[in-house]
């Protein structure tokens, strides 16, 4: 299959930034693609272009491009980084080629009249397809949230930890759903009651006036308790935000790593926890290693920002048991044959595969497509109080409504 034309524009993500949206047309065949941004985002991750300077490579890049017949994604996403020459994609940026990418997809399962998840499946030979679960960004803190708003004594009066997730323990995101809207209702008035206000972060998660890290937990807890809701936790600490000269700052307290492995530790004891995400910075992997050691049999450590869908990184925490679960961000490695090989490493080490979505999102539908196609053990979204988010939630629904996929 030849390409005809790509048509590349700047769209705003969630957040009002701008990001990019491709549309390639290959003969009676045409499909696009928006890619998200990131906020706290991992040292190893694809290179990012500036939308404008990636408008100015579409000329040549078409031109490279017309004169190839691709049979498959992977051809297309090879030759994307044969011309991109660089080991970050810092020539034709991550976020272009993964738009290209994306899109390029799309048209093959055009052509070969699939499913979008069914062609994903193929490609990366997942036989057995399943719902994920689905990861609920309910409560904020963090980068997430906008800590000029409120301080005390010079210091940022709000959760140090950047999420945490309700994750309702079905595989049927219609249930989900349907757990995350009541549980949503529940907790604004809980907020509302207890601080007078609910504000909301980055990505529509509420956000606490409070600096303890255990405050998330405890709001959380009550709601699932007090209304016998079907749910877990998850905790998404963003740890590599608050990392300061080997040591961490949370809500104004230095603790070093220790300690932190022991205010991690007891967390299973005094809550329905199910995941912990990026709980070290990016390079503690030490930290890793310790907390996988002392509760990875009861919980998913889960790597991001450590491991940043890169294949040397899977590797390396497998090598040191590091963690024993991963974030798949398709933006974070810049092409889906390169997110599909990451994910598929993951899995042949037995790890828990979670794929997710950026804080500067769109209403690109696509990963949760991508994580049906993985056999994905979780869908992580956001709060779908914002559009950007529910689209993907919607997505699954409607997968679920039209195949015949275990829930």
């Not at 080629?97 to 093959?108: D, E, P, Q, V």
């Not at 207890?194 to 303890?212: H, M, R």
């Not at 749910?231 to 230095?254: E, V, W």
């Not at 994910?343 to 950026?358: D, M, P, Y």
Request: net charge negative.
């Amino acid at each position: 299959m030849k390409i005809d034309d790509i048509r590349l524009e700047i769209i705003n993500d969630s957040r009002g930034q701008n990001t990019l949206e491709t549309t390639i047309k290959a003969g009676e065949f045409e499909a696009f693609a928006s890619v998200p941004s990131g906020k706290s985002t991992g040292a190893a991750e694809a290179a990012v272009l500036p939308p404008d300077l990636a408008l100015k490579k579409i000329p040549w890049l078409l031109l490279q491009l017309k004169g190839h017949q691709f049979a498959s994604l992977e051809q297309f996403d090879s030759l994307l980084i044969a011309l991109d020459g660089t080991s970050d994609k810092s020539n034709l940026g991550g976020n272009l080629m993964l738009a290209l990418s994306m899109a390029f997809a799309r048209i093959l399962a055009k052509i070969g009249n699939m499913e979008l998840f069914e062609f994903l499946a193929k490609i990366s030979g997942t036989k057995e397809l399943k719902l994920p679960f689905c990861f609920f960004n309910l409560i904020e803190g963090g980068v997430h949230v906008d800590s000029t708003l409120s301080e005390v004594e010079g210091l940022p009066f709000n959760l140090p930890f950047q999420e945490y997730l309700l994750i309702p323990q079905t595989n049927s995101p219609k249930k989900s759903l349907g757990t995350v809207r009541k549980a949503i209702d529940l907790l604004r008035e809980k907020v509302q009651g207890k601080y007078g206000s609910a504000d909301q972060g980055d990505e529509g998660g509420f956000s606490l006036p409070s600096n303890d890290p255990q405050e998330g937990f405890r709001v959380l807890q009550e709601v699932i308790n007090e209304n016998s809701l079907n749910g877990k936790i998850g905790l998404d600490a963003a740890a590599s935000t608050f990392y300061q000269n080997g040591s961490y700052n949370i809500g104004g307290k230095i603790m070093s790593r220790d300690d932190l492995v022991s205010f991690y530790q007891l967390l299973p004891n005094n809550y329905q926890l199910l995941s912990l995400e990026d709980v070290f910075d990016q390079e503690d992997w030490d930290g890793f290693s310790k907390i996988m050691q002392l509760i990875g049999n009861k919980v998913w450590i889960i790597g991001d920002d450590l491991l940043t869908t890169n294949i040397s990184r899977i590797k390396k925490a497998q090598e040191i048991n590091a963690a024993n679960a991963i974030i798949i961000k398709p933006n974070q490695i810049g092409t889906i044959t390169e997110t599909i090989q990451a994910a598929n490493l993951a899995k042949s080490f037995g790890w828990k595969i979670i794929v997710s979505h950026r804080s500067g999102e769109t209403m690109d539908s696509f990963i949760a497509d991508l994580a049906v196609g993985l056999g994905a053990d979780g869908l992580k979204s956001g709060c779908p109080l914002q559009k950007e988010r529910l689209v993907k939630y919607e997505r699954l629904v409607e997968i679920e409504k039209k195949s015949k996929l275990k829930n």
